[in-house]
């Protein structure tokens, strides 16, 4: 069951906005997410929350400038998601930029696993590192971090997963979620940690003279890369993300694009000058994603740092494929998971889903796990197979469970099932022996109920109410589109009744629908659609630009359909 909630508009905030020169749609949508002023929606880099107010960010600076006047090697070992390979490859073009003797290492998911684990310093020790720099992972790796201690390797930890109960003792932890860290952006990706840290390496830098004599280099020009991270990984779009990921688009649009960011653009047939925040999150995020699902980051990572549009293109056709790859192994998980739920009958009803399947693909569970909490509204792990006869899973939750949080309370009540966990409030993975998953799944199932309220199951749509049939055109579908919209955020979504005109069935998945109402005529399409309409349907839907053969024309994007 989905409960429809229109999101309350405060009038004097609308008022005040539209007042202040915004349009009076944007005026609204943006008083009902709690901007009151226009100077909130001002972006530009002045706004950003200064580098200092970050903890430890100014030790990490000295740290990173003594290791590049002492010539020392330092390694970047970088997690294999979108977040990991954009952050990992800020770092290593700003260090680069600074002279640094730089390179980078990311584990293989399949045989390693996440975070600076002890097996992975011992692989990285073979480069002879002097410092080892950890982006988007590291805030867990208590042993990872002593075994480097061991082998007289300095650490330098940048992450923004939550912390457990002991920080590992690194020469130094930039995390706005460390305890005591007073930085007032709690929702930073681990790129925007890993760009800050950069912005107050220049300032160290600067303090110690290394630009008298040189040009100070540009960092405004990783914003690109920061703003594919951050959408990709999709944390809250509180201001100061919103600030990143408009500056990172506004140099798109304006043609400042990685080589990379120009070559994924390029291989699925969108324009980089005309940007959005959906083409960060559901076009280039899942191609880059794809490398580390199905390969090795390291492919994902190299595109983003090359400088040669030859190579560029070449690796993002390898990256595009990987994702159609990808795209057919989770159609197939997919259907197995539905037909598991079938045949476990009312224990498929359970508060806390688990899921597991010997076929099943390591690297797409999250995936799978998305897909499955999105159609049941519920949380839900899906494990697969990895090294050593473990299980490797990945979780997704519903609001009004943290997931990491119940993650915890499993460690707590059953020591020793888990081996290893971590995550998010939304998202969360978990190791565990193959014969100890019927023991987590009903433990999870069990604490999925305690943690959960009923009202909790029933799925909540927030809408923005109607729109007036004058607005459902391509000017303002362009306009929405262009601005930024994302977790925390969200992006605009509508409510209205409309006649059914046509319909048709589009891949065997896909409704394609023609609605009217009143004297007005739309073109509709719901993706992956569970039921037809009658002759009348109330619909959810968001406003989009829909172009083919070189021709844009507006249309509605449905959500949602009764």
Not at 29 to 41: H, I, N, P, W
Not at 114 to 125: H, N, Q, R, T
Not at 259 to 275: Q, S
Not at 327 to 354: N, T, V, Y
Request: hydrophobic share 45%; proline share 5%; aromatic share 6%.
């Amino acid at each position: 069951m989905t409960r429809l909630v229109s999101r309350t508009v405060p009038p004097r905030s609308a008022w005040q906005l539209e007042q202040q020169g915004l349009h009076p749609l944007l005026a609204r949508l943006y008083a009902a997410r709690g901007v009151a002023d226009r100077s909130e929606l001002d972006y530009d880099l002045k706004h950003l929350l200064p580098p200092q107010t970050l903890t430890r960010a100014d030790e990490a600076a000295i740290l990173l400038a003594d290791a590049i006047e002492a010539d020392a090697r330092i390694l970047i070992v970088a997690d294999y998601d979108c977040d990991g390979a954009t952050a990992c490859a800020i770092g290593l073009r700003a260090l680069k930029a600074f002279g640094a003797r730089v390179e980078y290492l990311v584990p293989d998911r399949f045989k390693l696993g996440y975070g600076l684990s002890p097996e992975i310093v011992d692989l990285a020790s073979q480069r002879q590192p002097d410092l080892i720099v950890t982006v988007d992972n590291g805030i867990a790796s208590l042993e990872g971090v002593a075994r480097a201690q061991e082998l007289g390797i300095a650490v330098l930890v940048t992450d923004h997963h939550l912390p457990g109960e002991t920080l590992p003792a690194a020469d130094c932890i930039v995390n706005p979620n460390q305890p005591g860290c007073g930085f007032a952006s709690k929702s930073l990706a681990g790129c925007g940690v890993m760009f800050y840290v950069m912005l107050a390496l220049r300032a160290e830098m600067r303090r110690r003279g290394a630009f008298d004599d040189q040009p100070e280099p540009n960092l405004g020009g990783l914003l690109d890369l920061v703003a594919l991270g951050t959408v990709a990984d999709v944390v809250r779009l509180d201001r100061n993300n919103r600030i990143l990921v408009s500056q990172g688009l506004a140099r798109m649009r304006q043609g400042q694009v990685k080589a990379g960011l120009a070559a994924l653009f390029a291989a699925c047939g969108r324009d980089p000058r005309a940007a959005t925040a959906f083409d960060l999150g559901f076009v280039l995020g899942p191609r880059l994603n794809a490398a580390g699902r199905l390969a090795d980051m390291g492919l994902g990572i190299e595109c983003l740092i090359t400088d040669d549009p030859a190579r560029a293109l070449a690796i993002a056709q390898k990256l595009d494929g990987l994702n159609r790859e990808r795209r057919e192994i989770e159609a197939d998980m997919q259907a197995q998971a539905l037909e598991l739920l079938d045949r476990l009958g009312d224990a498929g009803d359970a508060p806390g889903m688990a899921l597991f399947d010997p076929d099943w693909h390591e690297g797409v569970v999250g995936i799978l796990a998305a897909r499955l909490k999105d159609r049941l509204h519920r949380p839900v792990f899906a494990f697969a197979r990895g090294e050593r006869g473990l299980l490797k899973g990945s979780g997704r939750s519903i609001p009004g469970l943290h997931l990491r949080d119940a993650l915890d309370l499993v460690a707590k009540r059953a020591p020793g099932l888990l081996l290893r966990f971590g995550g998010h409030a939304m998202a969360a993975g978990a190791t565990l022996r193959e014969e100890d998953f019927p023991r987590f799944a009903q433990l999870f199932a069990r604490i999925a109920a305690e943690l959960l309220d009923p009202a909790d199951l029933t799925r909540t749509l927030e809408t923005d109410g109607g729109l007036e049939p004058a607005y459902i055109s391509l000017e303002i579908a362009r306009l929405l589109e262009r601005e930024v919209w994302g977790q925390g955020f969200p992006a605009p979504l509508f409510l209205d009744e409309f006649e059914v005109e046509q319909q048709k069935i589009l891949k065997e998945k896909h409704l394609k629908l023609r609605l009217r109402k009143g004297s007005s005529r739309i073109d509709a399409i719901q993706f992956n659609f569970a039921a037809q309409p009658g002759p009348r349907a109330r619909i959810a839907f968001r406003l989009a630009v829909n172009e083919y053969m070189g021709v844009q024309t507006p249309q509605l994007t449905v959500e949602y359909l009764e």
